[in-house]
């Protein structure tokens, strides 16, 4: 690994020259950026927050962080953990026996540790298609008692897939545990103690700040995206509202030993190890997952990350907690994610000398591609894969999420193999996308594994083979 002599205010005319380029490229009004290395910091704050009623985006400035607030809600899990208070492997109806699934066994072995590490094995993204729209503090609540609607996948603790529902109950479990509201829990136990000044939940509460608002990509073109708030029932999995400061905080927290800016023993060294280290086996979006934390390896550097996804706001944050490294960047359109992706692979590969391989493809016979020619179908969307002209192509159906605009299907990608069941996207992306078919113990395709998410069974496979 290389970079060791390369200070970060080097890099600076550089990655703004890039940051200026991605945005144009991909049409993003506004971007904060972040990077520690060492004893370094630099912070990089362009555009603006509004096509519509512009400002220019500061380190002050709020955005939705999405998804990257798991790794906030598993921060106050470990914390209960080293408190004695939470067992992650015990079951949570011992401390919740209000959970239920419309499986009664299934309920009964459900663990902390199967949410923290998407392996509980239900639909996780139903009450996004399904949202809870209550405003008061019961929202988690009410998502635990509509739990038995959900559609189950596999059993606890054999499959990875993706789930918000499933950190929606542990934000709900650990508000038992304590006896406050999931909000007031993480402001006290995360925002005050990590030094993140300024981060909220509530719209009510971040509009009186200099906010982003997201925006949808279409035809070469942002335009405001709408709604902006969030239920409240996602304060778990993706309600946190941070700027750019608070992010940093954030970060060089966890790439640290435990302790708070302040000096104050947050967790313990070995808690933060522990999150970051391997847990389970993930595929298709990361290699494998820790407590929350996505695992990746880029070149021969295991990075630590998770991203977020709002309506047009996307997060990430990337750590090699060996090289003292680590970025965060915020983006206010749906594009951000294509740049997030390419900022964060040219810091890897300017400061760490880490690249990732281009995978290598192997021949899958003709004959056996109709095998994979199938509708998937999935909550947030449906995929359907066809075999033309001895090679599968892949196309998403997007459905439109309740209270917002249509969403817009992608164009169809070409997929390769790169090993047994599994395939990439051939078509230029950023991120590049993988995906893996799953098999049940009779050797049938069981599932499409894409997007993170369990998409299937497959059917009309025939029908799917002979589309155009």
């Not at 990350?305 to 965060?328: A, D, K, W, Y």
């Not at 591609?369 to 192509?393: M, N």
């Amino acid at each position: 690994m290389g970079g060791g002599a390369l200070t970060l205010e080097l890099l600076r005319t550089e990655l703004e020259a890039l940051v200026r380029e991605q945005m144009v490229r991909r049409h993003v009004p506004g971007v904060a950026l972040g990077v520690v290395h060492g004893g370094e910091a630099l912070a990089l704050c362009l555009g603006v927050t509004n096509v519509e009623h512009p400002l220019p985006v500061t380190p002050e400035t709020l955005f939705q962080v999405g998804s990257t607030t798991k790794t906030m809600t598993a921060t106050v899990a470990v914390r209960r953990v080293e408190a004695g208070v939470l067992d992650l492997d015990a079951p949570i109806r011992r401390a919740m026996p209000e959970f239920r699934l419309a499986d009664a066994a299934w309920a009964d072995r459900v663990t902390a540790r199967h949410l923290l590490t998407h392996t509980a094995g239900w639909a996780g993204d139903h009450f996004l298609m399904h949202p809870i729209g209550e405003r008061g503090e019961g929202a988690l609540a009410q998502v635990v008692a509509r739990m038995p609607e959900v559609p189950l996948q596999t059993p606890p603790g054999e499959t990875f897939a993706y789930s918000n529902g499933g950190f929606a109950v542990l934000g709900r479990l650990l508000e038992v545990l304590s006896g406050r509201p999931f909000e007031q829990l993480l402001a006290t136990e995360v925002f005050a103690p990590l030094g993140m000044r300024g981060a909220r939940f509530l719209p009510e509460d971040a509009i009186v700040e200099r906010v982003v608002v997201g925006h949808r990509v279409a035809d070469g073109e942002a335009r405001v995206a709408r709604p902006w708030a969030l239920e409240r029932a996602a304060a778990a999995h993706g309600g946190v509202i941070s700027s750019l400061a608070g992010q940093l905080a954030y970060l060089r927290f966890h790439l640290g030993d435990g302790r708070g800016p302040t000096g104050e023993r947050v967790l313990r060294a070995g808690s933060l190890a522990e999150m970051q280290r391997e847990h389970v086996p993930a595929g298709s979006i990361c290699d494998a997952f820790g407590l929350s934390w996505q695992l990746t390896d880029v070149g021969d550097v295991r990075t630590v990350r998770h991203g977020g996804e709002t309506n047009g706001q996307l997060s990430e944050i990337v750590m090699v907690p060996p090289e003292r490294f680590g970025c965060t960047v915020l983006t206010n359109a749906t594009t951000g994610v294509s740049l997030n992706y390419d900022v964060v692979a040219w810091l890897l590969d300017r400061v760490l000398g880490a690249r990732a391989a281009t995978p290598a493809t192997v021949p899958v016979a003709p004959e056996r591609l109709g095998e994979y020619a199938a509708r998937y179908d999935g909550v947030l969307k449906d995929v359907v894969v066809r075999a033309v002209e001895g090679a599968l192509v892949l196309d998403v159906e997007p459905h439109t999420r309740p209270g917002r605009d249509p969403a817009l299907p992608p164009p169809p990608v070409r997929l390769a193999f790169t090993g047994v069941d599994r395939v990439i996207a051939l078509d230029e992306q950023s991120p590049p996308r993988r995906g893996e078919f799953l098999r049940d113990g009779a050797g049938a395709i069981r599932w499409l594994r894409w997007d993170g998410r369990l998409q299937g069974p497959p059917r009309d496979a025939a029908a799917a083979a002979r589309a155009t």
